[in-house]
């Protein structure tokens, strides 16, 4: 056990889609500029239509921003999944198992209530090898935190 425990990171440790989120939030950040261009540039509008622009401009900035908000935070008490737009905590007994197979768009946590979670936060797409690693990370953390079932002694 110790010597799992010695390839552990330090808790806390925080999961991100890294390449993901720095391409919607460049996009996010464009998207405002361009239409707040647009606006400012254009001579005939009033002052309100103007400032209509601007607020479509973030309104839809908006979009990217919350797709780029998935993370997982792992601490000594358990783990915070923040997906879209939701939020869970869950305590490291919770959490049965850390899963990604082939074709999975993103890791799924098996709980012991008997459903599943996704972990948006660790997601094969543009950087498979990072959320492999990621994956196995959690996968490892799990199994040395989880208090073991007892029956299965």
Request: zero cysteines.
């Amino acid at each position: 056990m110790s010597d799992l425990s010695d390839d552990l990171p330090a808790l806390p440790v925080t999961f991100r889609p890294g390449r993901t989120r720095a391409v919607l939030l460049t996009a996010a950040t464009a998207l405002f500029a361009a239409i707040s261009a647009v606006a400012l540039l254009l001579e005939r509008i009033s002052p309100p239509e103007r400032l209509s622009f601007i607020f479509t401009g973030a309104l839809l900035a908006g979009v990217p921003v919350l797709l780029a908000r998935p993370k997982a935070v792992a601490d000594d008490s358990g783990v915070t999944v923040v997906n879209i737009i939701s939020r869970r905590r869950l305590a490291w007994a919770e959490i049965l198992r850390v899963n990604l197979r082939p074709g999975d768009p993103w890791v799924f946590l098996d709980l012991s209530d008997g459903t599943s979670l996704p972990v948006l936060a660790i997601q094969p797409g543009i950087a498979r090898q990072r959320a492999l690693t990621d994956a196995r990370t959690l996968r490892a953390l799990v199994e040395a935190r989880s208090i073991p079932d007892p029956e299965r002694s």
